[in-house]
């Protein structure tokens, strides 16, 4: 491996974490930062940390001595001998000018508008007069933020009317730091993208994960964000376009605001691993901080692909002095299958300090939640924190005419019972067939796994959008008011060589539901056990009534009723049967 050193200004968990990637790979790091016992001094065993202020010159020039690299892991430090020692030719990623940039909000916000990344309104306020002025152009509420030093939401202030304003500038230190403000943003959902960017230029990025903050601290993180595909594109797209502008390597943190209509804000960067990264540990081919290395050391980077379906990450935050009670979550995860635990060593327990995270990960979006729902019930006494609202579906069923839909309910009470999240529309072959194509063509950009599209006489719709889309369609012949529903079975069964559609039997739209769960099962094993069960319980279901039938024969030939027997047994058996079939 790579003989060179890498220096770190700071030795957080971040630094810590950056530390088990490089012992993997044989790198040495050296930290520099005020305890002897940092987080990330704590494990690997080099005599060569420095304890000393990661903004002390001296300090970083020595680390500078131990280094072939110098990186960071925490923004604040001292930019100015970062910049000396880089016209030094000391080897610094990512670049000291990114860095400035970046530790001033208003500067990193003004770059990005100047670069057509698109960032809520802001306006700089060096008096009350362009305080006043910001509250009358944004309204309230609108948010007071200080430019620099600012982490966790402290330096942040929500100023919901001008009562709030003297307790604002007081919380943020009355002009005495630098302050902006920002329209306020009524986002649906916060994104988030980690960026790689390798020294030689070449970008790369992590998938769009969801971030939930409570009091402006990040309590959880979901991968992949639940929100439709072609939105996700965008938003990697947006965040690769955003750290391109910069220079430097490194990972970077792209923090992001979803609108309503879908459009979306850059909110701020981190030029450095990042809280919404950590779940690349377990859930992706390579971590954030093994990427993070490679990319300073100009080596290939490697895959960001997520190598489970679905991943979450919830922090451990102290709750109050009291170590024990953080620890608490971490019992029930060591419970949870797909759960890991990483504590941070960190001494001291405060309020709203970060202690450790919990990253769990899972075959479906459903198992995960199942999965992290007991965890996240211990650090709060509710699971307000889980985003139960928006679940991106897997399967769409789609039909020609809302007359179909009494026929195709019954598909999606099938996908309900299995937990799998589906969307219902309306898409005529004939009466809107542009929207048809879009949707067939789009499907798959934005998540769907399967179709089932349920049509009623001429019956076009399956055999169209499997013309269209790469998916697997299963198509529903819906009886209509003249024929027997046969002339629409017949259209969609007759299908030409090359353009499969999975057919099931007339207004049989269960048993489109229950093949669209098995062609989910091939992929996704909780639904394979599902399917199991339910197969299961089918199967008591029948032998159950072959007992009672049983029971009636027995009756029967004890009241001497003889031969008559068999013919209500046989008339039994079919009443049963086709009862089975259509229930
Ligand atoms: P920090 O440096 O503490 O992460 P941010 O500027 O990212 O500060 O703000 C922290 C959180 O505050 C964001 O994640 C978001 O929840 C909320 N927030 C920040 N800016 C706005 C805004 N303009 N409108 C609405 N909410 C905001
Ligand atoms: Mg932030």
Redesign the pocket.
Known sequence: MDPRTIGVLGGGQLGRMLVEAASRLNIDVVILDKPSDAPAKQIQATKSHIDGDFKDPDRIRELAQKSDILTIEIEHVNADILEILSRENVVIHPSPLTIRLIQD?YVQKTHLSKNHIPV?D?LEVLSRQELMDAASKFGY???L?SKTL???????Y?VRSADDIEEALKSLGNYEKPLYA??????VK?LAVMVVRRANGEVKSYPVVE?V?RE???HLVIAPAQINGLVLASAKDMAERAIRTLEGAGVFGV?M?LMSDGSIYV??IAPRPHNSGHYTIEACETSQYENHLRSILDIPLGSTELKVSAAAMINILGKSGDFEECLRPCTKALATPGATIHLYGKKECRKGRKMGHITTVADSIYQLFERIGPIIKVIDEDDSSIPRTTIQPLVGIIMGSDSDLPTMKTCAEMLESFDVPFELSIVSAHRTPLRMVEYAKNAHKRGIKVIVAGAGGAAHLPGMVAALTPLPVIGVPVKGKTLDGVDSLYSIVQMPRGVPVATVAINNSMNAGLLAVRQLGAFIPSYLEKMEQFMEEQENEVLAKVGRLEEVERVFTICGIGTDVLDLKNGFNITASSKFISS
């Open positions: 909000k809520v802001f509420p609108f948010m933020k600012a982490y966790d939401g402290r330096g942040n929500v920002e329209r306020w943003a009524p986002f916060e971030t903050h402006n601290i990040c923090e605001f909110n701020e």
